[in-house]
């Protein structure tokens, strides 16, 4: 699996653990230049809202007509969603905005 460029130095230096994981309060470093990035909240939480929508849509089926395949479907959505966040949400730089970081 191939690492993620960082937006400050075009390196390959993020790895998708440290993608996956970071957010502005736990942004990853770039191992090259030092620059703090993180997942872009904005369009990260789109994504988390989206999925959220579709599992419950599962969830509410099942409490109509309970299925073990229904869970198998929603855990099948959060592992699709979680992959399509983690190529398709870009890095951005963490930058100091005023007295705190934006």
Known sequence: MRN?????CEEETITPWKKWRSSSFSPSVCSRCGTKVYASARQSSAWRSFEALLVTLVVVRGLIGFSWWLVVIALAIVIVM???RLYLVPLVRLERVGGGFA
């Open 4 to 8: 993620f460029r960082c937006p400050s």
């Open 82 to 84: 979680e992959t399509l």
